[in-house]
């Protein structure tokens, strides 16, 4: 009698190694690595310098992109004072590298701590409010950092700013952009590949349950406010690891920048992007530099064509207007954004050339 035998439809997990596996499959791990490949070993030598400059920006905003998708999207706080938190990593680094002289690796990181314990102060009226009147408290700490960054002059140089020297890694010369592109995208991927990780452990999964119904959470034993503050330092960490990088990007800094509207452009990012999703950070920090890239451009065009002073004037709320309308259009249609765009793609391929 011949023996049948039966072949699996599906990845199921048999070991606990299995299931913390972030890829289920070799052929996950092989576009991995052909991703990788890709972006260190074609990406930077195939572009010139304006394209560096705008893929190193990408990086950098991505960064702190994934910080505030892990503070809104994975445990529901939401806020608006991350473009100042962004401000105080770069405003770290340059005073740690201009006046106390530390190396680049180490202004870097210890930007993104000074920065956590700044967004645990900010974090504190978490305990008491949420959703309107925690976006308010936020929303007052970005106005209290953008004061200070143009007050206190004997620190952060006020509307003059700090210019930053010549900095150095490894005998390598930052200023170079294909230089500076690796620094920017193993940042990158060693922050994303923590992110993955972290959202799998019991604190991620805290953040979420806080996220889905805080008093549930709470009765099963979690701090939430505790978690909370955990949540606004980590988010905080990332984005001042993205303004360190941001002011040696840009080798000189000065307040303007860190205003309300970059708070604004992040919250954009991820919810284009998708929020809740680590990919859908990327995704929506490509869209939103793109986007900024194009209707500079297209400003830049008219007004060069011979559009008077007073459609000029008109055309200067564009970017607001196009950001306004992209978000919108997103929610309505696509609330899961890009990464559930890119899902369904995916997916596609998976089943076809079947239709189930």
Request: glycine share 10%; charged share 10%; hydrophobic share 55%.
């Amino acid at each position: 009698m011949r023996k049948l035998r039966f072949h699996p439809c599906g990845n199921f997990k048999e070991s606990y190694d299995q299931e913390l596996s972030i890829f289920d499959t070799d052929f996950g791990r092989l576009w991995m690595i052909i991703g990788l490949v890709v972006l260190f070993g074609v990406i930077p030598f195939a572009s010139g310098t304006y394209l560096l400059f705008i893929l190193n920006t990408i990086g950098i905003y991505a960064i702190a992109a994934l910080g505030l998708n892990l503070l809104i999207g994975y445990t529901g706080q939401i806020s608006l004072g991350h473009g100042a938190f962004f401000g105080v990593g770069a405003y770290a680094a340059a005073i740690l590298t201009t006046r106390a002289g530390f190396p680049f690796w180490l202004s870097v990181i210890a930007a993104g701590v000074f920065t956590a314990a700044v967004g645990v102060v900010f974090g504190l009226p978490s305990s008491r409010l949420k959703h309107l009147y925690l976006l308010i408290a936020t929303l007052a700490g970005q106005f209290i950092l953008e004061y200070v960054f143009v007050t206190w002059k004997t620190l952060t140089g006020g509307a003059e700013g700090i210019i930053l020297s010549e900095a150095r890694l490894f005998g390598l010369n930052l200023r170079d952009d294909r230089t500076f592109y690796f620094i920017v995208y193993v940042c990158l991927v060693v922050l994303m590949w923590t992110m993955v990780n972290l959202k799998r452990t019991r604190y991620g999964r805290a953040f979420i349950a806080i996220r889905d119904n805080d008093r549930a959470a709470e009765g099963m034993g979690i701090p939430i406010f505790l978690y909370k503050l955990l949540s606004f330092s980590i988010s905080s960490f990332y984005a001042g690891v993205g303004g360190a990088l941001f002011a040696y990007h840009m080798m000189s800094i000065t307040p303007e920048p860190f205003n309300l509207w970059l708070s604004i452009e992040f919250i954009a990012m991820i919810i284009i992007g998708g929020l809740g999703s680590i990919p859908g950070a990327i995704f929506g920090t490509v869209f939103i530099v793109s986007l900024n890239e194009v209707l500079s451009h297209l400003t830049e065009y008219l007004m060069n064509v011979g559009v008077s002073t007073g459609a000029a004037i008109t055309l200067a709320p564009l970017k607001e207007f196009v950001f306004g309308l992209a978000i919108v259009l997103f929610i309505i249609f696509e609330p899961k954004g890009l990464a559930e765009i890119w899902r369904v793609i995916r997916s596609s391929f998976r089943l076809w050339p079947f239709s189930y």
